[in-house]
């Protein structure tokens, strides 16, 4: 028989039978399209973080206090250590090393904002001139926070966009006055929309001079020290460097834990591979039952079909002949229903998009060519045993059932 | 010149703890061109033959010549290319496959064979028109009279023209004018020189053939080409 023939006859044998064939192709297109729509998700998820890292800003490593060993925070380390605390005379310091480009200081909080008539709270960071360069904001109106000593700090602020918005309406909010906590600020500056980075909304953030803000918060701690290297290839130096200065100033003690964004990127991104891989995973579960309902369907067909089994040798059909024929059908419910499901998947794909315009979920290409690969493959394989079955049969006793 | 010799040809069923001897002790040889009626009461063993002689089913013992050559010790592949070109199946229930139309039904064999397709529809075309089917080339078996089928059914048994047909109570789901018809073509089949080989046990069927061939217990009761053997 020719191959050609071969698969025209399949395909009028799973055509005849259009229900049975129907559900064991939707089944396949269901387990195709759970890996995809699972691995764009999970893909998505780590685009996003990824976006997110970038968008901190190049060449940047972060201080934040507290001695943190690679497992992370473990109750001897909090028993047994007391760091002291970050200073703004730290970071001060950090700005001569030779590897560092710009420091900025960070410290956060939460406070009441009163203007225009409206009250609301707010995230409140305190930081210096530094920042807007490090993290690369845009401004939308006026400009950033003075360049002045940290230590004191005129009475300004710079606020979020959504801020702008929702206590001054259109209006222009540069010049206005606004009460923070128990002090009064004169606006000079708008930040434009950003958008999520590093945990906080920046678009609903009121950013002060440090000073400014540790006096509100009655503090003389820093939640982050920002550092912007000088170049990427100084990434390693940097960290060394604050190190080791940070270590003079606080009496010979690592207290203090240096990341860089590459090192958490890294982190992350293995973490979110590695979730995205497991969900391939248990979706390709589906896939192994859609091939065995694919078995199921063409045992089913072939105990349907025996008289016409017997029917095709008495007519001189070779057993290969009629487990090539078998196979073939078994192959094609799980072809059509392997593209289908991966249609399906990425209009599901496409739909996340459109809800969440801000997540990237496209399932990833290793993730498409192993959900087709494994729906082939288990139809074909679980294909083996009816189409075996079928070519085994006696052709008397099958031209017997009819 | 013998198209089909049987020489001791025995068949053994064994069925749980007894053994059914279906065939016992077989020897018969069938001209080319003949046209012979296997006739008999059920579990006579004439099925049993058929089959044989089909190349269904192997026997336990002895050997079986079609056109000369010895077929008992070929592989099932080659028995299977055997059936292909060298011998038409027609059947009581017809076995059309339901879900092909009439012409596709006879196209069949020769797509099992690997014939072109340009070629199997100009055959199946030639016979179709031989044998009346041209208007119903598109109906599936369903759409067709028992007597239709029967012509399709026969159509293909021979599309691949075939030394021997084997035909197994061809007239048994047809009424009696349908059924004469029926035998009426393949009478005329023979008539062209191909062999003929009937299972039936309507006397009257029977009767019409050129030899009959008589079995009970699986033996050979009478051969009316033979008759010493009758005793």
């Given at each position: 028989m020719r191959n050609a023939d071969v698969l025209r006859f399949a395909r009028d044998a799973a055509a005849g039978y259009p229900l049975r064939t129907s559900l064991s192709v939707l089944a396949m297109a269901i387990g195709v399209a759970a890996v995809v729509v699972l691995t764009a998700l999970g893909d998505g998820a780590r685009r996003y973080v990824v976006n997110q890292f970038s968008s901190l800003g190049s060449n940047l490593v972060i201080v934040l206090p507290g001695r943190s060993a690679t497992g992370g925070f473990s109750p001897a380390n909090a028993l047994t250590t007391t760091p002291r605390d970050l200073t703004v005379d730290d970071a001060f310091a950090l700005t001569r090393l030779p590897s560092v480009r710009r420091v900025a200081p960070l410290t956060a909080g939460n406070s009441e904002i009163n203007a225009n008539g409206r009250l609301r709270e707010v995230v409140v960071a305190g930081t210096s001139s530094t920042y807007i360069d490090i993290r690369s904001f845009k401004m939308a109106a006026g400009r950033f926070l003075p360049a002045a000593d940290w230590n004191r700090g005129a009475p300004v602020a710079v606020i979020g966009s959504k801020i702008q918005e929702e206590i001054f309406g259109g209006r222009s909010a540069v010049g206005e006055l606004i009460r923070l906590g128990d002090r009064r600020l004169r606006i000079v500056g708008v930040l434009k929309s950003v958008g999520q980075g590093l945990g906080m909304n920046t678009d609903e953030v009121v950013f002060v001079p440090v000073g400014v803000a540790q006096s509100l918060f009655n503090t003389n701690t820093l939640f982050r020290v920002l550092i912007e290297a000088r170049s990427r290839d100084e990434l390693e130096a940097v960290k060394r460097e604050v190190m080791a200065a940070l270590k003079a100033r606080h009496g010979g003690e690592e207290d203090i834990t240096v990341i860089t964004q590459d090192a958490v990127l890294a982190t992350f991104d293995r973490l979110l591979r590695a979730l995205t891989a497991a969900v391939a995973g248990i979706a390709a579960i589906s896939l192994a039952v859609a091939g065995i309902l694919v078995m199921n369907v063409m045992l089913v067909a072939v105990t349907q079909r025996t008289a016409e089994i017997g029917l095709l040798k008495a007519l001189g059909a070779r057993a290969a002949t009629i487990r090539d024929a078998f196979l073939a059908e078994a192959a094609m419910l799980s072809l059509v229903g392997a593209l289908t499901g991966y249609g399906l998947g990425l209009f599901g794909a496409f739909v996340l998009r459109q809800i969440?315009?801000?997540?990237?979920a496209y399932p990833p290409d290793w993730a498409v060519v192993a959900a087709l690969g494994t729906a082939l493959g288990t139809g074909l394989l679980f294909g083996i045993m009816p189409a075996r079955r079928a070519a085994r049969l006696d052709p008397v006793q099958a031209l017997m059932k009819h | 010149m013998s198209v089909i010799q049987l020489a001791g040809i025995e068949r053994v069923f064994h069925l749980g703890d007894s053994t059914v001897h279906a065939l016992t002790h077989l020897d018969v040889g069938i001209d080319a061109g003949e046209y012979v009626a296997i006739m008999g009461p059920s579990g006579s063993g004439k099925s049993t033959l058929l089959n044989l002689l089909g190349l269904l089913d192997r026997p336990n013992a002895g050997s079986y010549h079609l056109e000369g050559r010895d077929v008992t010790t070929l592989t099932p592949d080659e028995q299977a290319a055997v059936r292909s070109r060298r011998i038409g199946f027609v059947f009581q229930s017809f076995h059309l496959v339901p879900r092909l139309t009439a012409a596709e039904n006879i196209g069949l064999p020769m797509m099992l064979a690997g014939i072109p397709a340009a070629e199997r529809a100009q055959r199946v075309t030639q016979a179709l028109n031989d044998f009346g089917l041209a208007p119903r080339a598109d109906h599936r078996p369903d759409q067709l009279s028992g007597g239709q089928r029967q012509r399709v059914a026969i159509a293909r048994a021979t599309i691949m023209q075939p030394a021997v047909l084997l035909a197994d109570e061809p007239t048994g789901n047809l009424d009696r004018a349908t059924g004469d018809d029926v035998i009426h073509l393949l009478e005329t089949l023979n008539g062209r020189g191909m062999t003929l080989i009937i299972v039936t046990h309507d006397q009257k069927i029977g009767s019409r053939a050129r030899r009959q061939l008589l079995m009970e217990d699986g033996a050979l009761k009478s051969d009316s080409a033979r008759p010493s053997v009758a005793t």
């Amino acid at each position: 028989m020719r191959n050609a023939d071969v698969l025209r006859f399949a395909r009028d044998a799973a055509a005849g039978y259009p229900l049975r064939t129907s559900l064991s192709v939707l089944a396949m297109a269901i387990g195709v399209a759970a890996v995809v729509v699972l691995t764009a998700l999970g893909d998505g998820a780590r685009r996003y973080v990824v976006n997110q890292f970038s968008s901190l800003g190049s060449n940047l490593v972060i201080v934040l206090p507290g001695r943190s060993a690679t497992g992370g925070f473990s109750p001897a380390n909090a028993l047994t250590t007391t760091p002291r605390d970050l200073t703004v005379d730290d970071a001060f310091a950090l700005t001569r090393l030779p590897s560092v480009r710009r420091v900025a200081p960070l410290t956060a909080g939460n406070s009441e904002i009163n203007a225009n008539g409206r009250l609301r709270e707010v995230v409140v960071a305190g930081t210096s001139s530094t920042y807007i360069d490090i993290r690369s904001f845009k401004m939308a109106a006026g400009r950033f926070l003075p360049a002045a000593d940290w230590n004191r700090g005129a009475p300004v602020a710079v606020i979020g966009s959504k801020i702008q918005e929702e206590i001054f309406g259109g209006r222009s909010a540069v010049g206005e006055l606004i009460r923070l906590g128990d002090r009064r600020l004169r606006i000079v500056g708008v930040l434009k929309s950003v958008g999520q980075g590093l945990g906080m909304n920046t678009d609903e953030v009121v950013f002060v001079p440090v000073g400014v803000a540790q006096s509100l918060f009655n503090t003389n701690t820093l939640f982050r020290v920002l550092i912007e290297a000088r170049s990427r290839d100084e990434l390693e130096a940097v960290k060394r460097e604050v190190m080791a200065a940070l270590k003079a100033r606080h009496g010979g003690e690592e207290d203090i834990t240096v990341i860089t964004q590459d090192a958490v990127l890294a982190t992350f991104d293995r973490l979110l591979r590695a979730l995205t891989a497991a969900v391939a995973g248990i979706a390709a579960i589906s896939l192994a039952v859609a091939g065995i309902l694919v078995m199921n369907v063409m045992l089913v067909a072939v105990t349907q079909r025996t008289a016409e089994i017997g029917l095709l040798k008495a007519l001189g059909a070779r057993a290969a002949t009629i487990r090539d024929a078998f196979l073939a059908e078994a192959a094609m419910l799980s072809l059509v229903g392997a593209l289908t499901g991966y249609g399906l998947g990425l209009f599901g794909a496409f739909v996340l998009r459109q809800i969440y315009p801000v997540f990237p979920a496209y399932p990833p290409d290793w993730a498409v060519v192993a959900a087709l690969g494994t729906a082939l493959g288990t139809g074909l394989l679980f294909g083996i045993m009816p189409a075996r079955r079928a070519a085994r049969l006696d052709p008397v006793q099958a031209l017997m059932k009819h | 010149m013998s198209v089909i010799q049987l020489a001791g040809i025995e068949r053994v069923f064994h069925l749980g703890d007894s053994t059914v001897h279906a065939l016992t002790h077989l020897d018969v040889g069938i001209d080319a061109g003949e046209y012979v009626a296997i006739m008999g009461p059920s579990g006579s063993g004439k099925s049993t033959l058929l089959n044989l002689l089909g190349l269904l089913d192997r026997p336990n013992a002895g050997s079986y010549h079609l056109e000369g050559r010895d077929v008992t010790t070929l592989t099932p592949d080659e028995q299977a290319a055997v059936r292909s070109r060298r011998i038409g199946f027609v059947f009581q229930s017809f076995h059309l496959v339901p879900r092909l139309t009439a012409a596709e039904n006879i196209g069949l064999p020769m797509m099992l064979a690997g014939i072109p397709a340009a070629e199997r529809a100009q055959r199946v075309t030639q016979a179709l028109n031989d044998f009346g089917l041209a208007p119903r080339a598109d109906h599936r078996p369903d759409q067709l009279s028992g007597g239709q089928r029967q012509r399709v059914a026969i159509a293909r048994a021979t599309i691949m023209q075939p030394a021997v047909l084997l035909a197994d109570e061809p007239t048994g789901n047809l009424d009696r004018a349908t059924g004469d018809d029926v035998i009426h073509l393949l009478e005329t089949l023979n008539g062209r020189g191909m062999t003929l080989i009937i299972v039936t046990h309507d006397q009257k069927i029977g009767s019409r053939a050129r030899r009959q061939l008589l079995m009970e217990d699986g033996a050979l009761k009478s051969d009316s080409a033979r008759p010493s053997v009758a005793t």
